[in-house]
């Protein structure tokens, strides 16, 4: 099994409508992420959370809220999705850097979305 | 804030041929830098990182980059392409003393000539 899972993995849906996307790992990992890529302009950051009580926007948070229900979750939500958020989706991992840890992120599979 | 360029969006390499992709950074402080590929249809996985000691460094597949501070670049190679390497490539950048929030470039996308 995949340590970071995501769910769904493919969702198409319609202008208006709330979506949740669910992020759950078993790294045992503090740090959660949510990204969206689009092409040509790599992975943006939505929302990080460093751990359980904290939760802190990233650079394109408009129009995305999230919620870490435990340690091992973290949801994405669009409360009214819109077609520019049409995108692919990632959660992603990390350990705090220090001497032997760099911090690198790890991935899930991802959650493509299209919004009709 | 950091920042991330990938000047080349595709690259078409012939097999068994050389690659380089090109990587430049902006960010204050030491940084953390990252490649990671993204085949089709799958996540992100960690080709190689640096965060101090040695500039040139070694990672999974038989992948290398080089660490220039004068330069501000991360650029990533391959002595000898294979055919599975065709995927995306992406380098990002990591602030080093307030966390790991990784600022990502563009992308590169390679293809791979038989």
């Known amino acids: 099994d995949a340590d970071v899972t995501q769910t769904p993995r493919n969702r198409i849906t319609k202008t208006g409508k709330r979506i949740m996307l669910e992020c759950s790992q078993t790294?045992?990992?503090?740090?959660m992420y949510w990204y969206r890529q689009d092409p040509g302009l790599g992975l943006r950051l939505i929302y990080y959370s460093f751990d359980v009580k904290d939760i802190n926007k990233g650079e394109i948070s408009d129009g995305y809220s999230v919620s870490r229900q435990a340690q091992a979750k973290f949801s994405l939500s669009l409360e009214s999705a819109i077609p520019n958020q049409t995108a692919l989706y990632f959660c992603?991992?990390?350990?705090?850097?220090?001497?032997?840890?760099?911090?690198?992120?790890?991935f899930g599979e991802g959650s493509r979305l299209t919004v009709l | 804030a950091q920042s991330v360029t990938q000047p080349d969006i595709h690259i078409t390499v012939s097999e068994g041929a050389s690659l380089e992709l090109r990587c430049n950074y902006s960010y204050g402080a030491t940084p953390y830098l990252f490649w990671y590929v993204q085949s089709p249809g799958q996540g992100l996985q960690l080709l190689l990182k640096?965060?101090?000691?040695?500039?040139l460094v070694q990672g999974i597949k038989g992948f290398e980059a080089e660490f220039k501070r004068s330069q501000s670049s991360f650029n990533l190679r391959k002595p000898s392409v294979h055919w599975s390497d065709a995927a995306e490539y992406f380098c990002?950048?990591?602030?080093?003393?307030?966390?790991?929030?990784?600022?990502f470039g563009g992308g590169t996308r390679v293809l791979v000539k038989p």
């Open positions: 790294k045992g990992h503090d740090r």
């Open positions: 990002a950048v990591g602030a080093g003393a307030a966390g790991n929030k990784l600022t």
């Open positions: 640096y965060f101090s000691g040695d500039t």
């Open positions: 992603a991992t990390s350990d705090p850097p220090g001497l032997r840890n760099t911090g690198e992120l790890f």
